[in-house]
Structure formats: C-alpha cells, structure tokens
C-alpha cells in the first residue's frame, strides 16, 4: 500500500500590487505518495512554481500564502515556525531551483557549498563531508570530482551547474525532491543527461520528485503521474497514460496538439492555443480557460466541480458533467460547493 507524504489542500497564494491581488494559486488540491514522480505541467504563469514555493514556505513578499494547507507526513508545514521548517527544507524536502546560477554562491567554491549543506544537515566533521561532496559528483556524473570540488560556480558549464545543484539537493537522501524546470536553458545533450538522473530517482522508492517543468516530453519519459495546471488552478490530474491517451480536458488536448510527435517528420502541422491566460488580477468567476475553449458554453461562466473520470483520473470541465460524478472533498463535500449550488 502506497504511503501519502505530502497532501496540499485548498491552496491559495496571492501577490499583492497597487493594482489588487495576483491571485497566482487558486484552490489547489493534491498529493503526492512515496517514492513517486509527478509531473506539473502547465504553460508560464499557471502557478506551478508559485505552488512549489508555497510547499516549502517560501513565497516572498508581496506574496502570500492566503489560505489552505501543505501537510507533509501528516505534519502541517502552513502552522509550523520558522525554526522548524529549516530542519525540514534541503533535508527531507530539497528543490532544484530553475537557475542554477543565482542558486550558487559565486565567490565561494562549490565543494564548500555542497559540505556546508552537509554539515549541517547531516553532522558529518568535514573531511568525511568532503568525501560525500565528491561521490556525490561522481554520482551525478561529473568527472574529476576531486578536483572539482576546489573550483568556483563559473567553471562549471550551465549542466554542470545544474548538476551540482542536484547532487547537493540529493545530499541528505530527501523524502521529496522538488524539481521546478531542471532542464530549461540547457542544450538537449545536457538535457538528455539530466533526465536520465530523474530516471534513475524513479526507481528509488526512497525520495519522491515533483518535477515542474512545460515540457510534456520530459513528463513521458520521467513521469508516473501529471498534474496539469492552467490560471492557477489544476485542470487534469491523472497517470501519465491517462494523460498522454485519455485526455479530457480540453486545455489538456490543446496542450498534447501543440507538442511534435515522433515521426511526425517535417511536414507535421502543429496547433497552438489561441487567445491569452486569464488576468490574475480579475481572474473569471468561471473556468479560466473558457476563454480559449473551443467548447465553451454559457455553463463554463460558473466554475466548475472537479469531476472523477477514473481511479486517479479527475478533469476541471462542464464537458464530463454527463458522465461522471464530481469528486468529494475530505468531509464528503464536493469540490467547489459553491460552483455547484
């Protein structure tokens, strides 16, 4: 039986301007099991970092966490100090961030960087934490540890940096590791190589990943499940098959239409989604891609419940309405009770 290690309830995160609230996460919900890799997709401005950020609470002003809750091993991390949540952030939950450059101090060397983590999480004395730093180089699959580990961050290309980053978020064997676009600015043998340590941490049962990323092809390849968010709210949740082959969500579908497909050779026409993201600032009452939707109807001005298409599968959208049944909340409710009043 799977083991639930973090559960977001009812999230909401807002940023406030002079010209009233970014409501950047509206109302997520979900969570991940040990040991799996979940994918969060959605095009920039979905609120998939955002929500990430909130996880580890770690939202800066002007923003917010307005309501909800993260619970991490039945432990709420909302209503926990700030003394606490550091003994928990980089030791059981790490996050690669999605530039490795401004996450590197550049003036101290990255050895020192990677045992200081060490240290202090782990409480080795430093000749045994340097000897870590360096294996877990190695692991990540950067040649000449040894003499690496003396060097500065601008020695090192951009994939090398960003596999340092890896190495020192997989240094206190975390039980969640957060992963927001490991792979955005690199070229695509690096990418390809970065991947293929994501691969490897899918058949660790030890550490969970969330991996956030656009790209619905690194999702396929790592992935067990994908959660796909638009507006700052999820709009499909499901397995990777669910979502790859049994689409329900039309901003889903529009997303797997704008992808290549292998084999689709030079002549394959590629759709792109018309039309712009909701305004933040004054998102819609209703679904906040009705918008965009080829579907819409007068019904998507009121928001919808999320409705249960399967085991693990739920889709945001009027469209299931016929179908299936909307999925209830923790006391039996169902989910956004006043959509469907």
């Keep these: 039986m799977t083991e639930r290690l973090l559960t977001v309830d009812d999230l909401r995160v807002s940023f406030r301007?002079?010209?009233?609230d970014n409501q950047a996460v509206r109302g997520v919900t979900f969570h991940i099991d040990a040991g799996e890799t979940v994918g969060i997709v959605g095009e920039s401005g979905s609120g998939k970092s955002v929500t990430a950020k909130a996880i580890l609470s770690i939202v800066q002003p002007p923003g917010e966490i307005v309501s909800g809750s993260v619970s991490f091993r039945g432990e709420r991390l909302t209503d926990m100090p700030e003394k606490a949540l550091r003994k928990i952030r980089g030791n059981r939950i790490a996050m690669v961030f999605q530039d490795p450059m401004t996450s590197l101090n550049p003036v101290k060397r990255v050895g020192d960087q990677m045992t200081e983590v060490i240290r202090r999480h782990r409480g080795l004395k430093a000749d045994e934490a340097?000897?870590?730093?360096?294996?877990?180089?190695?692991?990540?699959?950067?040649?000449?540890?040894?003499?690496?580990?003396?060097?500065?961050?601008?020695?090192?290309?951009?994939?090398?940096?960003?596999?340092v980053m890896i190495a020192m978020a997989l240094s206190c064997n975390p039980e969640l590791l957060i992963a927001d676009e490991p792979t955005t600015a690199l070229d695509v043998t690096i990418q390809a190589q970065i991947l293929e340590l994501f691969k490897q941490l899918k058949n660790n049962p030890d550490t969970a990943v969330a991996l956030i990323t656009h790209d619905l092809g690194v999702v396929a390849q790592v992935c067990t499940r994908v959660i796909v968010m638009y507006g700052g709210m999820i709009m499909e949740e499901g397995t990777v098959e669910d979502i790859f082959y049994r689409a329900q969500h039309p901003y889903t579908q529009g997303l797997l239409r704008s992808v290549p497909k292998r084999g689709g050779g030079s002549r394959e026409r590629l759709v792109a989604i018309e039309g712009t993201p909701p305004d933040l600032l004054d998102p819609p009452p209703g679904c906040p891609f009705m918008a965009r939707c080829p579907h819409a109807m007068d019904k998507c001005a009121k928001l919808p419940p999320m409705f249960q298409i399967g085991p693990g599968h739920r889709s945001l959208?009027?469209?299931?309405?016929?179908?299936?049944?909307?999925?209830?909340?923790?006391?039996?409710?169902?989910?956004?009770?006043?959509?469907v009043q």
Aim: one cysteine or more.
């Design 130 to 163: 340097l000897a870590e730093a360096i294996r877990l180089l190695r692991e990540v699959g950067i040649s000449e540890p040894e003499r690496r580990v003396r060097q500065y961050p601008h020695e090192f290309s951009g994939g090398m940096r960003q596999r």
């Design 17 to 20: 301007t002079r010209h009233g």
């Design 317 to 339: 959208c009027w469209l299931a309405e016929d179908d299936h049944a909307p999925v209830p909340d923790h006391s039996g409710d169902v989910v956004h009770k006043e959509a």
